[in-house]
Each structure stands twice: as structure tokens, then as C-alpha cells.
């Protein structure tokens, strides 16, 4: 049998909470349970909002719970030319295709397309689905918005994905989804639309470096938050059509604050080292997210 690795992989965008506790410590406990490989994975790829300081509050809060982790870590934004060869192979392809719309045009085309009272197609995270109008551009117009420098992202032409490796894709869930899913989930990767693969200022995106790590560091199971669900839909599309093995999924429970809603490290929610400071010792933690201790 192949050694199980498990893996947890923040984003040094804002200090770590209760959740990211939480889902670090249920993949160390899964892992342990299984004498499986605990693997920490810092994923940085937005440059601009990742932050140093960030990163090193990450290590000190998982070593102040006792987690350990091996070695190196990989830290996305050193392997940009492993998603660009990724993303280069679905180019050669045409499974995906240069999309210009700003953010702001798009908000007007569904604006003015949901005028008539008819709702504009939304994603399971709430967003509206990418207009067509890059999808559906000449190729005469893309080479010369090219050509002039027009800023463009990638987008997977999921029609052209789905007809070509939408088979039966399904995953298996050990968790549970928002409604209860679990065991042979089917997916359902065109609740998305034309998914980002690509943004503007790198070569990748979320969805795209995720399933790329995942296969790159053997991972045989994604332990995460129940808010990644959906996104898994689009994670098993995208093995399919990069040929990578897909681990099993395991979707946890979020951990929510006094009032019911999901912790965010936007709105500094319990931050684990405002609990550290505040004297919380760590063996707390645990009980505090509803772990056995
Ligand atoms: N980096 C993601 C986050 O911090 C987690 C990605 C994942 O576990 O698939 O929300």
C-alpha cells in the first residue's frame, strides 16, 4: 500500500484562525492515524497580497500547536514554470483561450444581459459565469489585441473541456459536502462556466496550481474546508485533462464564530496568535475547535 500524505496549504495572505487550526490539525491527526506524511504547502501565488511576515506567522502558529511538517516546504510562487508547461500544454490544445475582459466590463455585460429580468448564470461560490464574448472572439481580434499589448488571462472553454474528457467524473469524498455528498460525488465542472485558469499577471491560478501540486507532491488525500466542495468539480476536470492522478477528497466542517458565520482572515477573526498573546495555551486550541484532545 502506498503511504498516505496529507497535506495542509494556507495562503500568507493574513494571519491564521481557528478554522486553518482546525483543518491543520485534523490533516496531522489523519495523517498520524495513518503513518502518513503531514506536508505543509504555502500557496502564494498572488504576489501582491502574499506577505513575508505572513508566511512566518504561519510556521510559528503551527509549531506553537506542536504540529511538525516535512521538509522543504513548497512554496508556490517558486514554481511558476511547472503551472506555465501546464498551462502552455491546454494552450496547444485549445482547451482554453485569452480572455481581455476587464472585471468591470463583465459587470456590465451581465448587467445589461439581466435588464430583460432574466437572471445571468451564477457559480456555486455566487459569481457570475464569464460573458462569451472572449470565448466567441475571431482569432483575427485576439492576435491583434495581442499584438497592441491588451492585458488577457486564460479561460478553460468548458464546453470544448467537457466534450473532450467530461465523461463520467465523479470523486471520492470521505467528508461531506454542503448538502451531505459523500462517497462516488459526481462532478459537476459546468456549474462554473468558463473558469479562470490563468490571471492576467501569472501564469496560473488558483484551480490550476492546486491540482498541479497535488499530483507533483503525491498527495493521496486533500483534507480541507467544506468551502472548497464546489471548486473540487473543477479540480477533477482539470486532472482529467492533465492526466494526473486525482487523490481522495475529504471536506470538513467549517469552524464558525459566536454568531454562526465563517471565519474570515479578513475580518481578523480569532487569529491564533491573538490567542497566543492573550495567554491561550495551545493544548486548548484543540477543544476549542471541537477536536478530542
Ligand atoms: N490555499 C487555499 C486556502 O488557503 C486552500 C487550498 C486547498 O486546500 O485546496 O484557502
Known amino acids: 500500500m502506498t503511504q498516505p500524505v496529507f497535506r495542509f496549504a494556507p495562503s500568507p495572505n493574513g494571519p491564521l484562525h481557528l478554522g486553518h487550526a482546525y483543518s491543520a490539525m485534523l490533516n496531522h491527526d489523519m495523517a498520524r492515524a495513518t503513518e502518513g506524511l503531514f506536508l505543509l504547502r504555502i500557496e502564494d501565488i498572488d504576489t501582491g497580497r502574499s506577505q513575508p511576515e505572513f508566511e512566518r506567522a504561519i510556521f510559528h502558529d503551527l509549531a506553537w500547536l506542536g504540529l511538525d511538517w516535512e521538509e522543504p516546504v513548497r512554496r508556490q510562487s517558486e514554481h511558476f514554470?511547472?503551472?506555465?508547461?501546464?498551462?502552455?500544454?491546454?494552450?496547444?490544445?485549445?482547451?482554453?483561450?485569452?480572455?481581455?475582459?476587464?472585471?468591470?466590463?463583465?459587470?456590465?455585460?451581465?448587467?445589461?444581459?439581466?435588464?430583460?429580468?432574466?437572471?445571468?448564470?451564477?457559480?456555486?461560490?455566487?459569481?457570475?459565469?464569464?460573458?462569451?464574448?472572449?470565448?466567441?472572439?475571431?482569432?483575427?481580434?485576439?492576435n491583434r489585441r495581442m499584438a497592441d499589448g491588451d492585458p488577457y488571462a486564460w479561460r478553460l472553454d468548458m464546453a470544448a473541456a467537457l466534450s473532450r474528457f467530461g465523461g463520467k467524473l465523479d470523486w471520492e469524498e470521505t467528508g461531506a459536502g454542503p448538502d451531505g455528498e459523500a462517497g462516488a460525488v459526481p462532478a459537476d465542472p459546468a456549474s462554473w462556466g468558463d473558469v479562470m485558469i490563468a490571471r492576467k499577471d501569472i501564469p496560473t491560478s488558483y484551480h490550476l496550481s492546486v491540482v498541479i501540486d497535488d499530483a507533483l507532491q503525491g498527495?493521496?488525500?486533500?483534507?480541507?474546508?467544506?468551502?472548497?466542495?464546489?471548486?473540487?468539480?473543477?479540480h477533477r476536470l482539470l486532472q482529467e485533462m492533465l492526466g494526473l492522478t486525482p487523490p481522495i477528497y475529504h471536506h470538513h466542517r467549517l469552524v464558525l464564530d459566536d454568531a454562526g458565520r465563517k471565519l474570515a482572515k479578513s475580518k481578523g477573526d480569532r487569529g491564533l496568535s491573538a490567542l497566543r498573546e492573550a495567554g491561550i495555551p495551545a493544548g486548548d486550541v484543540r477543544r476549542m475547535v471541537g477536536l478530542e484532545s
Open 81 to 142: 514554470d511547472d503551472y506555465r508547461a501546464a498551462l502552455d500544454a491546454l494552450i496547444d490544445e485549445e482547451l482554453v483561450y485569452p480572455a481581455f475582459m476587464s472585471r468591470g466590463e463583465a459587470r456590465a455585460f451581465v448587467a445589461e444581459a439581466e435588464q430583460d429580468g432574466t437572471p445571468w448564470p451564477r457559480d456555486p461560490d455566487g459569481a457570475p459565469h464569464a460573458p462569451p464574448l472572449d470565448r466567441e472572439r475571431s482569432a483575427s481580434d485576439r
Open 219 to 234: 498527495i493521496t488525500h486533500v483534507v480541507r474546508g467544506r468551502d472548497l466542495f464546489h471548486a473540487t468539480s473543477v
